[in-house]
């Protein structure tokens, strides 16, 4: 499957990304390498290809007091992460929980596609530890749009289809802009680079706390 056959519609969806044997971790095969201009993890066999690191997180998940944040890590230094509450972000009247979290980091990442594209890069890949995530991108998306954005066994509405739209959006901006996306599952501990993130301005709670908490959704 190349990187953009699978369309639906008007949509584009991203494609799983398989690592080699060769260096199946992400800080093998995307070390930190220069650029012109500055640090990105950069394939090691592919110049042209970046990798960005995804995370969101929510405490009190589907509770009143309930608190989530997003972030995603595109280099090695101090201003190589972007982090927001989704205070900031989302619809005021939605209840913050770890799905919609996760969709935002990711979001969030490929609104950058001008900067990745005038970088001279024309391949993003998106590591995350969220298979909900993963797969609702690169395999149920494909299903759900087909059936009018309702789940294959139950027959419900697929919750938070704002964002998977807003995010299939963005993929498609990439695409119109010689970027592609894949996305690619991490072991949760291979994704410290946005797990490690701390001193959240956004939240009085501890940022530690906060982005230890993992998200158990399954769908489809």
Same mark, same amino acid.
């Given at each position: 499957m190349t990187?953009?056959?699978g369309w639906s519609s008007s949509y584009i969806f991203p494609t799983l990304f398989v690592s080699s044997g060769e260096y199946? /971790? #992400?800080d093998m095969l995307? #070390?930190?390498s220069s650029t012109s201009t500055t640090m990105r993890f950069i394939n090691r066999r592919d110049a042209q290809q970046m990798l960005i690191y995804t995370h969101g997180s929510c405490l009190n998940n589907g509770q009143a007091k309930a608190r989530a944040g997003c972030a995603y890590v595109f280099g090695p230094s101090e201003d190589g992460y972007i982090e927001s509450s989704l205070a900031s972000l989302d619809? #005021?009247?939605i209840m913050p929980t770890n799905p919609r979290a996760e969709l935002w980091a990711v979001i969030l990442a490929l609104r950058r596609h001008r900067i990745w594209r005038a970088?001279?890069?024309n391949s993003l890949v998106l590591a995350n530890d969220s298979e909900w995530l993963?797969?609702?991108?690169t395999e149920w998306a494909h299903v759900w749009v087909c059936r009018g954005w309702r789940? /294959? %066994?139950s027959k419900e509405k697929v919750k938070n289809r704002d964002l998977w739209e807003i995010f299939f959006a963005e993929v498609? %901006?990439?695409h119109e802009a010689g970027l592609t996306v894949r996305m690619w599952k991490i072991p949760k501990g291979l994704n410290e680079a946005a797990y490690k993130l701390l001193g959240c301005e956004w939240c009085s709670l501890d940022s530690r706390k906060l982005w230890s908490v993992e998200s158990n959704v399954t769908d489809v």
């Open positions: 990187a953009y056959d199946p /971790t #992400p995307f #070390p930190a619809f #005021p009247n970088e001279g890069f993963i797969k609702g991108a789940k /294959t %066994r498609k %901006r990439c």
